[in-house]
């Protein structure tokens, strides 16, 4: 069974940071892209940060520069650093592993207060 365990969400004040975790289960991890995506309320999901097997990785335009995504495939969890939040970077983020079928995670709340 597949499973994608996100943390490290919570509420924080705007140019504060925050370090998603994205624990997996049930798959090879070191084979598969991972992502992070975002919903805000009342927006389509979107994707913010992927890295793939071999370590390349693409960012949102809107979060080059403040965001880095990494992953440790010893203990088979992905992260997002994320600095210098803004308030549009309230939504849900959400874990997603692809490997010619994707899976998702439950998803973790972050708020940010301007």
């Known amino acids: 069974q597949v499973q994608l365990v996100e943390s490290g969400g919570g509420l924080v004040q705007a140019g504060g940071s925050l370090r998603l975790s994205c624990a997996a289960s049930?798959?090879?991890?070191?084979?598969?892209?991972m992502g992070w995506y975002r919903q805000a309320p009342g927006s389509s999901r979107e994707l913010v940060a992927r890295i793939t097997s071999g370590g390349s990785t693409n960012y949102a335009d809107s979060v080059k520069g403040r965001f880095t995504i990494s992953r440790d495939n010893a203990k088979n969890t992905v992260y997002l650093q994320m600095n210098s939040l803004e308030s549009a970077d309230t939504g849900v983020y959400y874990c997603?592993?692809?490997?010619?079928?994707?899976?998702w995670g439950q998803g973790t709340q972050v708020t940010v207060s301007s």
């Open positions: 997603n592993a692809w490997f010619g079928r994707e899976h």
């Open positions: 049930g798959i090879i991890f070191r084979l598969y892209t």
